[in-house]
Protein backbone atom coordinates (compact mmCIF):
# COMPACT_ATOMS: atom_id res chain seq x y z
CA UNK A 1 0.00 0.00 0.00
CA UNK A 2 2.38 2.28 1.15
CA UNK A 3 5.19 1.11 -1.60
CA UNK A 4 2.36 2.17 -4.43
CA UNK A 5 1.77 5.85 -2.91
CA UNK A 6 5.15 6.51 -2.79
CA UNK A 7 5.64 4.70 -6.36
CA UNK A 8 2.88 7.03 -7.47
CA UNK A 9 4.44 10.33 -5.78
CA UNK A 10 7.99 9.64 -7.63
CA UNK A 11 6.38 8.92 -10.45
CA UNK A 12 4.52 12.40 -10.29
CA UNK A 13 7.30 14.23 -9.26
CA UNK A 14 9.34 12.92 -11.27
CA UNK A 15 6.56 13.64 -13.85
CA UNK A 16 6.27 17.14 -12.52
CA UNK A 17 10.09 17.82 -12.94
CA UNK A 18 10.34 16.39 -16.72
CA UNK A 19 11.38 18.81 -19.30
CA UNK A 20 8.46 18.18 -20.68
CA UNK A 21 6.22 18.95 -17.82
CA UNK A 22 8.60 22.02 -17.42
CA UNK A 23 7.96 23.12 -21.00
CA UNK A 24 4.40 22.97 -20.25
CA UNK A 25 4.58 24.95 -16.92
CA UNK A 26 6.30 27.63 -19.10
CA UNK A 27 3.82 27.91 -21.74
CA UNK A 28 1.02 28.11 -19.30
CA UNK A 29 2.46 30.97 -17.70
CA UNK A 30 3.33 32.77 -21.22
CA UNK A 31 -0.15 32.43 -22.59
CA UNK A 32 -1.36 32.85 -18.90
CA UNK A 33 -2.15 36.61 -18.63
CA UNK A 34 -3.98 36.69 -22.61
CA UNK A 35 -5.81 33.55 -21.61
CA UNK A 36 -7.40 35.14 -18.46
CA UNK A 37 -7.83 38.11 -20.48
CA UNK A 38 -10.01 36.48 -23.10
CA UNK A 39 -11.32 33.93 -21.12
CA UNK A 40 -13.00 36.54 -18.74
CA UNK A 41 -13.56 39.14 -20.74
CA UNK A 42 -15.35 37.66 -24.02
CA UNK A 43 -15.97 33.37 -23.07
CA UNK A 44 -17.68 33.99 -19.86
CA UNK A 45 -19.72 37.01 -20.47
CA UNK A 46 -21.01 35.41 -23.82
CA UNK A 47 -21.97 32.34 -21.53
CA UNK A 48 -23.18 34.51 -19.08
CA UNK A 49 -25.47 36.62 -21.98
CA UNK A 50 -27.03 33.10 -22.32
CA UNK A 51 -28.11 33.52 -18.38
CA UNK A 52 -29.17 36.58 -18.89
CA UNK A 53 -31.21 36.26 -21.53
CA UNK A 54 -33.98 33.75 -19.66
CA UNK A 55 -33.65 36.26 -16.75
CA UNK A 56 -35.53 39.37 -16.00
CA UNK A 57 -32.37 41.81 -16.14
CA UNK A 58 -32.88 45.82 -16.36
CA UNK A 59 -30.92 49.01 -14.68
CA UNK A 60 -32.99 48.26 -11.65
CA UNK A 61 -31.41 45.19 -10.30
CA UNK A 62 -28.46 45.58 -12.22
CA UNK A 63 -26.11 45.72 -9.08
CA UNK A 64 -27.89 42.28 -7.66
CA UNK A 65 -27.28 40.70 -11.39
CA UNK A 66 -26.95 37.32 -9.52
CA UNK A 67 -30.83 37.21 -8.49
CA UNK A 68 -32.75 38.21 -10.74
CA UNK A 69 -35.93 36.11 -11.46
CA UNK A 70 -35.88 33.23 -13.74
CA UNK A 71 -38.43 34.19 -16.43
CA UNK A 72 -38.16 31.29 -19.07
CA UNK A 73 -38.41 32.71 -22.63
CA UNK A 74 -40.43 35.55 -21.79
CA UNK A 75 -37.85 37.21 -22.89
CA UNK A 76 -37.31 35.28 -26.33
CA UNK A 77 -41.39 36.02 -26.45
CA UNK A 78 -41.43 39.55 -26.15
CA UNK A 79 -38.50 39.78 -29.18
CA UNK A 80 -40.25 37.33 -31.67
CA UNK A 81 -43.72 39.82 -31.09
CA UNK A 82 -42.28 43.05 -30.98
CA UNK A 83 -42.43 44.93 -34.13
CA UNK A 84 -39.28 45.84 -34.98
CA UNK A 85 -38.62 42.10 -34.87
CA UNK A 86 -41.39 40.55 -36.82
CA UNK A 87 -41.35 40.65 -41.10
CA UNK A 88 -44.56 42.49 -42.10
CA UNK A 89 -44.70 41.99 -45.32
CA UNK A 90 -42.56 44.13 -47.76
CA UNK A 91 -43.15 47.22 -46.62
CA UNK A 92 -41.84 46.54 -42.95
CA UNK A 93 -39.08 43.85 -43.13
CA UNK A 94 -38.58 43.43 -39.29
CA UNK A 95 -34.86 43.43 -38.19
CA UNK A 96 -34.58 39.87 -38.44
CA UNK A 97 -34.90 39.54 -42.27
CA UNK A 98 -33.70 43.00 -42.53
CA UNK A 99 -30.03 41.85 -41.21
CA UNK A 100 -30.08 38.61 -43.62
CA UNK A 101 -30.54 40.25 -46.70
CA UNK A 102 -28.54 43.25 -45.54
CA UNK A 103 -25.62 41.26 -44.86
CA UNK A 104 -25.71 39.01 -48.21
CA UNK A 105 -26.29 42.10 -50.24
CA UNK A 106 -23.28 43.90 -48.21
CA UNK A 107 -20.93 40.65 -48.99
CA UNK A 108 -21.53 40.45 -52.64
CA UNK A 109 -21.47 43.94 -53.74
CA UNK A 110 -18.00 44.28 -51.42
CA UNK A 111 -16.73 41.21 -53.05
CA UNK A 112 -17.53 42.05 -56.42
CA UNK A 113 -16.45 45.50 -55.91
CA UNK A 114 -12.62 43.97 -54.60
CA UNK A 115 -12.31 41.89 -57.15
CA UNK A 116 -12.70 44.77 -59.43
CA UNK A 117 -10.45 46.46 -58.03
CA UNK A 118 -7.70 43.87 -57.41
CA UNK A 119 -7.99 42.88 -61.30
CA UNK A 120 -7.16 46.83 -62.04
CA UNK A 121 -4.08 46.75 -59.67
CA UNK A 122 -2.95 43.05 -60.80
CA UNK A 123 -1.79 44.61 -64.44
CA UNK A 124 0.94 46.51 -64.05
CA UNK A 125 0.79 50.48 -64.80
CA UNK A 126 2.37 53.98 -63.45
CA UNK A 127 1.57 54.60 -59.69
CA UNK A 128 0.20 51.28 -58.97
CA UNK A 129 1.58 51.38 -55.91
CA UNK A 130 -0.18 54.64 -54.81
CA UNK A 131 -3.33 53.67 -56.36
CA UNK A 132 -2.94 50.87 -53.89
CA UNK A 133 -2.47 53.04 -51.19
CA UNK A 134 -5.02 55.47 -52.33
CA UNK A 135 -7.64 52.36 -52.57
CA UNK A 136 -6.81 51.23 -48.47
CA UNK A 137 -8.29 54.72 -47.28
CA UNK A 138 -11.55 53.61 -46.73
CA UNK A 139 -10.72 50.69 -44.78
CA UNK A 140 -8.34 52.53 -42.78
CA UNK A 141 -10.22 55.81 -41.60
CA UNK A 142 -12.18 55.37 -38.57
CA UNK A 143 -15.36 54.58 -38.70
CA UNK A 144 -17.05 57.61 -37.23
CA UNK A 145 -15.43 60.05 -39.46
CA UNK A 146 -16.14 58.44 -42.59
CA UNK A 147 -19.91 57.53 -41.67
CA UNK A 148 -20.61 61.11 -40.93
CA UNK A 149 -19.17 62.23 -44.27
CA UNK A 150 -21.32 60.49 -45.84
CA UNK A 151 -24.18 61.57 -43.92
CA UNK A 152 -22.65 64.99 -45.00
CA UNK A 153 -22.38 64.28 -48.25
CA UNK A 154 -26.12 62.65 -48.48
CA UNK A 155 -27.75 66.18 -46.83
CA UNK A 156 -31.09 66.06 -47.40
CA UNK A 157 -31.05 69.73 -48.07
CA UNK A 158 -30.57 72.00 -51.71
CA UNK A 159 -26.83 72.26 -50.55
CA UNK A 160 -26.11 68.71 -49.55
CA UNK A 161 -23.42 68.18 -52.19
CA UNK A 162 -24.93 64.82 -53.69
CA UNK A 163 -28.55 66.50 -54.17
CA UNK A 164 -26.27 69.35 -56.24
CA UNK A 165 -24.72 67.35 -58.57
CA UNK A 166 -28.09 65.30 -59.24
CA UNK A 167 -30.28 67.96 -59.50
CA UNK A 168 -27.77 69.91 -62.04
CA UNK A 169 -27.50 66.67 -64.42
CA UNK A 170 -30.85 66.56 -64.13
CA UNK A 171 -31.32 63.61 -62.36
CA UNK A 172 -33.75 64.56 -59.90
CA UNK A 173 -36.24 67.83 -59.45
CA UNK A 174 -36.04 67.90 -55.92
CA UNK A 175 -33.79 67.52 -53.23
CA UNK A 176 -33.72 63.57 -51.59
CA UNK A 177 -33.71 63.21 -47.94
CA UNK A 178 -31.34 59.90 -48.96
CA UNK A 179 -30.92 58.01 -45.55
CA UNK A 180 -34.70 58.84 -44.17
CA UNK A 181 -36.58 57.43 -47.69
CA UNK A 182 -37.21 53.81 -46.70
CA UNK A 183 -36.01 51.61 -49.21
CA UNK A 184 -33.25 53.85 -50.30
CA UNK A 185 -31.69 54.21 -47.17
CA UNK A 186 -30.96 50.21 -46.97
CA UNK A 187 -29.60 50.82 -50.46
CA UNK A 188 -27.19 53.35 -49.61
CA UNK A 189 -26.07 51.41 -46.12
CA UNK A 190 -25.41 48.70 -48.22
CA UNK A 191 -22.97 50.92 -51.07
CA UNK A 192 -21.17 52.32 -48.35
CA UNK A 193 -20.47 48.93 -46.78
CA UNK A 194 -19.12 48.18 -50.56
CA UNK A 195 -17.05 51.25 -50.22
CA UNK A 196 -15.51 51.16 -47.05
CA UNK A 197 -14.93 46.88 -46.83
CA UNK A 198 -14.20 46.45 -50.71
CA UNK A 199 -9.98 47.23 -49.73
CA UNK A 200 -10.56 44.63 -47.33
CA UNK A 201 -11.46 41.95 -50.18
CA UNK A 202 -8.98 43.74 -52.61
CA UNK A 203 -6.00 42.89 -50.43
CA UNK A 204 -7.25 39.57 -50.38
CA UNK A 205 -7.65 38.31 -53.84
CA UNK A 206 -4.92 40.33 -55.01
CA UNK A 207 -2.26 38.05 -52.74
CA UNK A 208 -4.04 35.76 -54.39
CA UNK A 209 -3.99 36.87 -58.28
CA UNK A 210 -0.14 37.37 -58.04
CA UNK A 211 0.37 33.44 -56.94
CA UNK A 212 -1.77 32.07 -60.26
CA UNK A 213 0.61 30.21 -62.09
CA UNK A 214 1.52 32.29 -65.70
CA UNK A 215 1.93 29.42 -67.80
CA UNK A 216 -2.07 28.66 -67.26
CA UNK A 217 -2.63 31.83 -69.15
CA UNK A 218 -0.46 30.99 -71.69
CA UNK A 219 -2.07 27.80 -72.10
CA UNK A 220 -5.34 29.52 -72.48
CA UNK A 221 -3.72 31.72 -75.12
CA UNK A 222 -2.39 28.40 -77.31
CA UNK A 223 -5.56 27.55 -77.32
CA UNK A 224 -7.27 30.47 -78.59
CA UNK A 225 -9.08 32.02 -75.49
CA UNK A 226 -10.17 35.21 -74.95
CA UNK A 227 -9.84 37.62 -72.38
CA UNK A 228 -13.18 36.36 -71.16
CA UNK A 229 -12.65 33.22 -71.35
CA UNK A 230 -9.32 33.26 -69.87
CA UNK A 231 -11.05 35.21 -66.71
CA UNK A 232 -13.97 32.74 -66.45
CA UNK A 233 -11.82 29.55 -66.66
CA UNK A 234 -8.59 30.43 -65.19
CA UNK A 235 -9.06 33.53 -62.76
CA UNK A 236 -12.09 32.41 -61.49
CA UNK A 237 -11.23 28.78 -60.63
CA UNK A 238 -8.34 30.07 -59.31
CA UNK A 239 -9.88 32.14 -56.64
CA UNK A 240 -12.70 30.27 -55.74
CA UNK A 241 -11.18 29.42 -52.06
CA UNK A 242 -10.12 32.97 -51.70
CA UNK A 243 -13.91 34.14 -52.33
CA UNK A 244 -15.35 31.56 -50.52
CA UNK A 245 -13.41 32.15 -47.45
CA UNK A 246 -13.78 35.94 -47.93
CA UNK A 247 -17.21 35.57 -48.29
CA UNK A 248 -17.65 33.65 -44.89
CA UNK A 249 -15.44 36.15 -43.23
CA UNK A 250 -17.55 38.99 -44.22
CA UNK A 251 -20.67 37.78 -44.27
CA UNK A 252 -20.02 37.23 -40.27
CA UNK A 253 -18.40 40.42 -39.76
CA UNK A 254 -21.43 42.17 -41.57
CA UNK A 255 -24.17 40.58 -39.70
CA UNK A 256 -22.28 41.42 -36.05
CA UNK A 257 -21.85 45.05 -37.10
CA UNK A 258 -23.26 48.03 -35.02
CA UNK A 259 -21.08 51.12 -35.79
CA UNK A 260 -22.10 51.76 -39.40
CA UNK A 261 -25.90 51.30 -39.49
CA UNK A 262 -26.10 53.08 -35.98
CA UNK A 263 -23.92 56.28 -37.55
CA UNK A 264 -25.77 56.19 -40.84
CA UNK A 265 -29.35 56.17 -40.08
CA UNK A 266 -29.68 55.38 -36.44
CA UNK A 267 -31.72 51.97 -37.59
CA UNK A 268 -34.59 53.98 -39.46
CA UNK A 269 -36.07 54.06 -42.17
CA UNK A 270 -35.94 50.27 -43.01
CA UNK A 271 -32.72 49.82 -41.96
CA UNK A 272 -32.87 48.32 -38.23
CA UNK A 273 -30.63 45.47 -38.51
CA UNK A 274 -30.64 42.70 -35.01
CA UNK A 275 -27.00 44.38 -33.63
CA UNK A 276 -28.89 47.75 -33.29
CA UNK A 277 -32.28 46.54 -32.30
CA UNK A 278 -29.95 44.58 -29.56
CA UNK A 279 -28.47 47.95 -28.70
CA UNK A 280 -31.71 49.90 -28.40
CA UNK A 281 -33.08 46.64 -26.39
CA UNK A 282 -30.15 47.07 -24.25
CA UNK A 283 -29.62 50.54 -23.90
CA UNK A 284 -32.64 52.79 -24.83
CA UNK A 285 -35.14 50.46 -22.87
CA UNK A 286 -32.93 49.36 -20.42
CA UNK A 287 -34.06 46.04 -20.71
CA UNK A 288 -31.42 43.59 -20.88
CA UNK A 289 -32.74 40.77 -20.50
CA UNK A 290 -34.81 41.29 -24.02
CA UNK A 291 -31.56 43.20 -24.95
CA UNK A 292 -29.80 39.62 -24.46
CA UNK A 293 -32.14 37.43 -25.89
CA UNK A 294 -32.21 39.37 -29.06
CA UNK A 295 -28.04 38.83 -29.46
CA UNK A 296 -28.69 35.41 -28.64
CA UNK A 297 -31.13 34.91 -31.58
CA UNK A 298 -28.47 36.75 -33.91
CA UNK A 299 -25.89 33.90 -32.63
CA UNK A 300 -28.07 31.36 -33.74
CA UNK A 301 -29.13 32.36 -36.87
CA UNK A 302 -25.48 33.46 -37.68
CA UNK A 303 -24.28 30.23 -36.21
CA UNK A 304 -26.72 28.22 -39.10
CA UNK A 305 -25.59 29.68 -41.80
CA UNK A 306 -22.09 29.33 -41.14
CA UNK A 307 -23.04 25.28 -40.48
CA UNK A 308 -24.97 25.25 -43.82
CA UNK A 309 -22.15 27.12 -45.77
CA UNK A 310 -19.09 25.09 -44.35
CA UNK A 311 -21.37 22.13 -44.73
CA UNK A 312 -22.85 22.44 -48.26
CA UNK A 313 -20.46 25.45 -50.14
CA UNK A 314 -17.20 24.42 -48.65
CA UNK A 315 -17.93 20.70 -49.43
CA UNK A 316 -19.19 21.06 -52.78
CA UNK A 317 -15.86 23.36 -53.20
CA UNK A 318 -13.57 20.21 -52.27
CA UNK A 319 -15.16 17.97 -54.32
CA UNK A 320 -14.27 19.66 -57.78
CA UNK B 1 3.74 45.15 -73.87
CA UNK B 2 4.38 44.14 -77.32
CA UNK B 3 1.51 45.68 -78.54
CA UNK B 4 2.30 48.97 -77.23
CA UNK B 5 6.08 49.11 -78.49
CA UNK B 6 4.58 47.96 -81.97
CA UNK B 7 1.83 50.89 -82.01
CA UNK B 8 4.46 53.22 -80.79
CA UNK B 9 6.84 52.16 -83.80
CA UNK B 10 4.37 52.54 -86.37
CA UNK B 11 3.12 56.13 -85.03
CA UNK B 12 6.54 57.36 -84.60
CA UNK B 13 6.99 56.17 -88.33
CA UNK B 14 3.92 57.97 -89.74
CA UNK B 15 4.64 60.92 -87.71
CA UNK B 16 1.23 61.60 -86.27
CA UNK B 17 0.38 64.29 -84.46
CA UNK B 18 -0.78 63.70 -80.55
CA UNK B 19 -4.08 63.44 -80.98
CA UNK B 20 -3.74 61.27 -83.67
CA UNK B 21 -1.51 59.34 -81.36
CA UNK B 22 -3.52 59.06 -78.33
CA UNK B 23 -6.33 57.99 -80.37
CA UNK B 24 -4.58 55.22 -81.73
CA UNK B 25 -3.43 54.22 -78.15
CA UNK B 26 -6.99 54.35 -76.76
CA UNK B 27 -7.98 50.78 -77.56
CA UNK B 28 -11.34 49.77 -75.99
CA UNK B 29 -9.84 47.95 -72.77
CA UNK B 30 -7.45 50.61 -72.60
CA UNK B 31 -10.44 53.05 -72.43
CA UNK B 32 -12.36 51.22 -69.97
CA UNK B 33 -9.29 50.40 -67.84
CA UNK B 34 -8.85 54.01 -67.45
CA UNK B 35 -12.29 54.71 -67.01
CA UNK B 36 -12.96 52.08 -63.76
CA UNK B 37 -9.84 53.25 -62.72
CA UNK B 38 -11.03 56.50 -62.43
CA UNK B 39 -14.01 55.90 -61.05
CA UNK B 40 -12.38 54.03 -58.07
CA UNK B 41 -10.01 57.01 -57.28
CA UNK B 42 -12.36 59.74 -57.25
CA UNK B 43 -15.36 57.47 -55.60
CA UNK B 44 -12.37 57.00 -52.97
CA UNK B 45 -10.44 60.22 -52.91
CA UNK B 46 -13.84 62.29 -52.65
CA UNK B 47 -15.69 61.60 -49.20
CA UNK B 48 -11.65 62.41 -48.07
CA UNK B 49 -11.51 66.07 -49.75
CA UNK B 50 -15.13 66.83 -48.88
CA UNK B 51 -14.08 66.62 -45.42
CA UNK B 52 -10.95 68.14 -45.07
CA UNK B 53 -12.56 71.19 -47.71
CA UNK B 54 -15.46 71.37 -45.27
CA UNK B 55 -13.46 71.69 -42.04
CA UNK B 56 -12.03 74.89 -43.68
CA UNK B 57 -15.04 76.55 -44.43
CA UNK B 58 -17.26 79.15 -42.88
CA UNK B 59 -20.65 78.65 -40.91
CA UNK B 60 -21.91 80.76 -44.13
CA UNK B 61 -20.35 78.79 -46.74
CA UNK B 62 -21.61 75.61 -45.11
CA UNK B 63 -25.14 76.85 -44.56
CA UNK B 64 -25.62 78.19 -47.96
CA UNK B 65 -28.09 77.38 -50.19
CA UNK B 66 -25.35 75.79 -52.14
CA UNK B 67 -22.43 73.51 -51.48
CA UNK B 68 -19.19 75.57 -51.71
CA UNK B 69 -16.84 73.11 -53.76
CA UNK B 70 -13.99 75.20 -52.71
CA UNK B 71 -13.97 77.16 -49.78
CA UNK B 72 -12.86 80.78 -51.08
CA UNK B 73 -10.23 80.63 -48.02
CA UNK B 74 -8.20 78.64 -45.91
CA UNK B 75 -10.67 79.39 -42.88
CA UNK B 76 -9.85 78.24 -38.96
CA UNK B 77 -13.22 79.15 -37.84
CA UNK B 78 -14.28 75.70 -36.78
CA UNK B 79 -11.32 74.38 -35.50
CA UNK B 80 -10.89 77.31 -33.41
CA UNK B 81 -14.71 76.63 -31.88
CA UNK B 82 -13.48 73.15 -30.89
CA UNK B 83 -10.51 73.74 -29.24
CA UNK B 84 -13.15 77.05 -27.87
CA UNK B 85 -12.55 76.26 -23.94
CA UNK B 86 -15.94 78.12 -23.28
CA UNK B 87 -18.39 76.09 -25.56
CA UNK B 88 -19.50 72.87 -24.39
CA UNK B 89 -18.86 71.42 -27.86
CA UNK B 90 -15.28 72.81 -27.33
CA UNK B 91 -12.11 71.49 -25.48
CA UNK B 92 -11.61 68.70 -27.86
CA UNK B 93 -7.87 68.74 -26.92
CA UNK B 94 -9.45 66.79 -23.90
CA UNK B 95 -10.88 64.37 -25.99
CA UNK B 96 -7.61 63.88 -27.88
CA UNK B 97 -6.03 63.30 -25.21
CA UNK B 98 -8.30 60.45 -23.43
CA UNK B 99 -8.10 58.99 -26.96
CA UNK B 100 -4.11 58.99 -27.08
CA UNK B 101 -4.76 57.69 -23.16
CA UNK B 102 -6.72 54.77 -24.23
CA UNK B 103 -4.85 53.24 -27.79
CA UNK B 104 -1.64 54.07 -26.72
CA UNK B 105 -1.66 51.65 -23.27
CA UNK B 106 -3.34 48.92 -25.47
CA UNK B 107 -1.04 49.21 -28.01
CA UNK B 108 1.69 48.71 -25.97
CA UNK B 109 -0.15 45.83 -23.46
CA UNK B 110 -1.24 44.36 -26.48
CA UNK B 111 2.42 43.79 -27.79
CA UNK B 112 3.89 42.73 -24.62
CA UNK B 113 0.89 40.31 -23.42
CA UNK B 114 0.77 38.55 -26.80
CA UNK B 115 4.29 38.04 -27.35
CA UNK B 116 4.75 35.75 -24.42
CA UNK B 117 1.20 33.91 -25.26
CA UNK B 118 2.73 34.12 -29.09
CA UNK B 119 5.89 32.64 -27.99
CA UNK B 120 3.73 29.44 -26.15
CA UNK B 121 1.88 28.56 -29.07
CA UNK B 122 4.43 28.93 -31.96
CA UNK B 123 7.39 27.16 -30.17
CA UNK B 124 6.39 24.99 -27.07
CA UNK B 125 4.17 22.15 -26.75
CA UNK B 126 1.56 22.24 -23.63
CA UNK B 127 -1.71 20.39 -22.59
CA UNK B 128 -5.07 22.18 -23.52
CA UNK B 129 -3.09 24.21 -26.45
CA UNK B 130 -5.82 23.46 -29.36
CA UNK B 131 -9.14 24.32 -26.60
CA UNK B 132 -6.90 27.45 -25.97
CA UNK B 133 -6.66 28.46 -29.67
CA UNK B 134 -9.98 27.74 -30.27
CA UNK B 135 -11.44 29.41 -27.40
CA UNK B 136 -9.64 32.25 -28.91
CA UNK B 137 -10.66 31.81 -32.40
CA UNK B 138 -14.61 32.27 -31.04
CA UNK B 139 -13.99 35.94 -30.21
CA UNK B 140 -14.28 36.25 -33.83
CA UNK B 141 -17.78 34.85 -33.72
CA UNK B 142 -18.95 37.03 -31.01
CA UNK B 143 -20.41 40.16 -31.76
CA UNK B 144 -19.57 43.39 -29.31
CA UNK B 145 -23.45 43.91 -28.96
CA UNK B 146 -23.93 40.67 -27.57
CA UNK B 147 -20.43 41.11 -25.15
CA UNK B 148 -21.48 44.25 -24.39
CA UNK B 149 -24.71 43.86 -21.90
CA UNK B 150 -23.14 40.82 -19.71
CA UNK B 151 -19.80 42.90 -19.59
CA UNK B 152 -21.85 45.67 -18.39
CA UNK B 153 -23.41 43.87 -15.75
CA UNK B 154 -19.99 42.15 -14.84
CA UNK B 155 -18.20 45.03 -14.62
CA UNK B 156 -20.47 46.40 -12.20
CA UNK B 157 -20.89 44.11 -9.69
CA UNK B 158 -17.10 43.36 -9.74
CA UNK B 159 -17.05 47.26 -9.72
CA UNK B 160 -18.88 47.86 -6.36
CA UNK B 161 -17.46 44.94 -4.29
CA UNK B 162 -13.69 46.02 -5.21
CA UNK B 163 -14.51 49.67 -5.41
CA UNK B 164 -13.86 51.07 -8.69
CA UNK B 165 -16.02 52.95 -11.44
CA UNK B 166 -17.61 50.89 -14.66
CA UNK B 167 -18.51 54.16 -16.20
CA UNK B 168 -16.50 56.70 -16.67
CA UNK B 169 -13.07 55.06 -16.37
CA UNK B 170 -10.36 54.54 -19.05
CA UNK B 171 -8.87 51.78 -17.92
CA UNK B 172 -12.01 49.75 -17.88
CA UNK B 173 -12.07 50.77 -22.09
CA UNK B 174 -8.06 49.49 -22.04
CA UNK B 175 -8.95 46.62 -20.50
CA UNK B 176 -12.26 45.21 -22.86
CA UNK B 177 -9.89 46.87 -25.92
CA UNK B 178 -7.32 44.66 -24.72
CA UNK B 179 -9.70 41.23 -24.88
CA UNK B 180 -10.80 42.17 -28.47
CA UNK B 181 -7.37 42.46 -29.98
CA UNK B 182 -5.54 40.04 -28.27
CA UNK B 183 -6.35 36.75 -29.55
CA UNK B 184 -6.00 38.31 -33.18
CA UNK B 185 -2.43 39.67 -32.12
CA UNK B 186 -1.18 36.55 -30.63
CA UNK B 187 -2.66 34.71 -33.91
CA UNK B 188 -0.57 37.31 -35.96
CA UNK B 189 2.47 37.06 -34.35
CA UNK B 190 2.30 33.33 -33.88
CA UNK B 191 2.47 32.63 -37.31
CA UNK B 192 5.58 35.26 -37.90
CA UNK B 193 6.95 33.57 -34.88
CA UNK B 194 6.32 30.08 -36.91
CA UNK B 195 8.44 31.97 -39.70
CA UNK B 196 11.96 32.31 -37.84
CA UNK B 197 13.47 29.07 -38.12
CA UNK B 198 13.71 27.20 -34.60
CA UNK B 199 17.56 26.33 -34.99
CA UNK B 200 18.36 29.42 -34.10
CA UNK B 201 16.64 29.45 -30.64
CA UNK B 202 17.81 26.00 -30.34
CA UNK B 203 21.72 27.35 -30.69
CA UNK B 204 21.32 29.96 -28.56
CA UNK B 205 19.40 27.55 -25.58
CA UNK B 206 22.23 24.79 -26.45
CA UNK B 207 24.99 28.36 -25.64
CA UNK B 208 23.20 27.74 -22.15
CA UNK B 209 20.52 30.76 -23.01
CA UNK B 210 17.28 30.45 -20.61
CA UNK B 211 13.26 30.76 -22.85
CA UNK B 212 12.98 34.17 -21.71
CA UNK B 213 16.59 35.22 -23.04
CA UNK B 214 15.82 33.71 -26.10
CA UNK B 215 12.84 35.75 -26.68
CA UNK B 216 14.56 38.83 -25.51
CA UNK B 217 18.07 38.43 -27.48
CA UNK B 218 16.69 36.51 -30.61
CA UNK B 219 12.66 35.96 -31.23
CA UNK B 220 11.78 40.01 -30.43
CA UNK B 221 14.81 41.32 -32.77
CA UNK B 222 13.65 39.03 -35.60
CA UNK B 223 10.39 39.58 -35.48
CA UNK B 224 10.14 43.79 -35.43
CA UNK B 225 8.07 44.37 -38.21
CA UNK B 226 5.07 41.89 -36.74
CA UNK B 227 5.48 43.40 -33.83
CA UNK B 228 5.17 47.12 -35.28
CA UNK B 229 2.17 45.85 -37.31
CA UNK B 230 0.51 44.13 -34.16
CA UNK B 231 1.05 47.66 -32.58
CA UNK B 232 -0.34 49.61 -34.95
CA UNK B 233 -3.36 47.58 -35.56
CA UNK B 234 -4.32 47.57 -31.85
CA UNK B 235 -3.54 51.62 -31.67
CA UNK B 236 -5.49 51.44 -34.19
CA UNK B 237 -8.77 49.70 -33.02
CA UNK B 238 -8.51 51.53 -29.70
CA UNK B 239 -8.09 54.79 -31.06
CA UNK B 240 -11.67 54.12 -33.81
CA UNK B 241 -13.82 52.39 -31.28
CA UNK B 242 -17.27 53.37 -30.83
CA UNK B 243 -19.69 51.16 -29.26
CA UNK B 244 -17.72 50.31 -26.18
CA UNK B 245 -16.87 54.13 -25.32
CA UNK B 246 -20.72 54.79 -25.83
CA UNK B 247 -21.71 52.74 -23.64
CA UNK B 248 -19.41 53.35 -20.75
CA UNK B 249 -18.61 56.52 -21.08
CA UNK B 250 -20.88 59.78 -19.62
CA UNK B 251 -18.86 62.46 -18.88
CA UNK B 252 -18.16 65.02 -21.51
CA UNK B 253 -14.48 65.25 -19.51
CA UNK B 254 -13.68 61.39 -20.45
CA UNK B 255 -15.03 61.22 -24.16
CA UNK B 256 -12.80 59.75 -26.22
CA UNK B 257 -12.88 61.42 -29.89
CA UNK B 258 -15.58 59.24 -31.48
CA UNK B 259 -18.26 59.53 -28.89
CA UNK B 260 -17.25 63.49 -29.24
CA UNK B 261 -17.72 64.10 -32.40
CA UNK B 262 -20.94 62.06 -32.07
CA UNK B 263 -21.96 64.17 -29.61
CA UNK B 264 -21.38 67.49 -31.76
CA UNK B 265 -22.91 65.36 -35.20
CA UNK B 266 -26.67 65.43 -32.40
CA UNK B 267 -26.09 69.06 -31.49
CA UNK B 268 -29.59 70.42 -31.74
CA UNK B 269 -28.09 73.28 -34.28
CA UNK B 270 -26.26 71.31 -37.11
CA UNK B 271 -22.34 72.49 -37.41
CA UNK B 272 -20.98 70.10 -39.88
CA UNK B 273 -17.83 72.21 -40.48
CA UNK B 274 -17.13 71.61 -36.54
CA UNK B 275 -17.53 67.77 -37.28
CA UNK B 276 -15.68 67.46 -40.32
CA UNK B 277 -13.03 69.61 -38.67
CA UNK B 278 -12.39 67.18 -35.94
CA UNK B 279 -13.00 64.27 -38.27
CA UNK B 280 -9.99 65.29 -40.15
CA UNK B 281 -7.79 65.51 -36.52
CA UNK B 282 -9.14 61.75 -36.01
CA UNK B 283 -8.56 60.50 -39.78
CA UNK B 284 -5.20 62.62 -40.26
CA UNK B 285 -2.95 60.61 -37.56
CA UNK B 286 -4.12 57.40 -38.80
CA UNK B 287 -3.80 57.25 -42.56
CA UNK B 288 -0.27 58.97 -41.95
CA UNK B 289 0.58 56.19 -39.83
CA UNK B 290 -0.62 53.23 -42.18
CA UNK B 291 1.28 55.66 -44.90
CA UNK B 292 4.46 55.55 -43.33
CA UNK B 293 4.25 51.86 -42.37
CA UNK B 294 1.96 50.64 -45.34
CA UNK B 295 5.06 47.51 -46.11
CA UNK B 296 4.97 45.86 -42.81
CA UNK B 297 0.84 46.41 -42.83
CA UNK B 298 -0.59 45.21 -45.78
CA UNK B 299 0.53 41.90 -45.00
CA UNK B 300 -0.85 41.85 -41.64
CA UNK B 301 -4.04 43.05 -43.39
CA UNK B 302 -4.59 40.46 -45.69
CA UNK B 303 -3.68 37.80 -43.12
CA UNK B 304 -7.36 39.04 -41.90
CA UNK B 305 -5.88 40.61 -38.71
CA UNK B 306 -8.41 43.33 -38.51
CA UNK B 307 -11.63 42.55 -37.20
CA UNK B 308 -14.05 44.78 -38.62
Not at chain 1, 70 to 83: A, C, L, M, P, T
Not at chain 2, 276 to 283: F, I, P, R, Y
Request: charged letters at 15%; hydrophobic letters at 55%; a positive charge.
Amino acid sequence: MTATTQSKQSSFAKRWRSLEAREGRLAWSLVLPTAIIVFGLIIFPAIFSVWISFHDVGLHNLNDVFNAPFVGFENYRKVFQDYAFKFQGWQSWGAAVTSVIYSFLATTLTIVVGLIASLLLNRPFRGRGLARSIFLFPYVAPIVSVAFVWRWILDPRPSGVLNDILMRLDLIDLPTAFLSTRGLAIVLVIIFEAWRYFPFAMLMILARLQAIDKTLYEAADVDGASAWDKFRFVTIPELRYVLGALFLLRLMWTFNKFDDIFLLTGGGFGTKVLPVLTYEFSFRLLDFGRGAATAMILLVILVIFMALYVGIVMRNVDEE
Amino acid sequence: MTDTQKQQTRSQGDHLNIIDRTARWITLPRFVFAATLFFFLTSVLFPFYWMVSSSFKSRSEISGREPVYIPSEWRLNAYQELFDPESPIGRFGTNIVNSVKVAVPTALIAVILSTLGAYAVARLKFRGKDILLNAILMVYLFPGVLLIIPLFAMLAQVGTKVGFNVQDNLAVLVVTYLATTLPVALYMLANYFRTIPAEIEQAALIDGCSRLGVIWRITLPLAVPALVSVAIYTFMIAWNEFLYALVFLNSRELFTMPIKINTIFNEPQPIPHVVMAASTLMTLPVVFLFLALERFLTEGLSAGSVKG
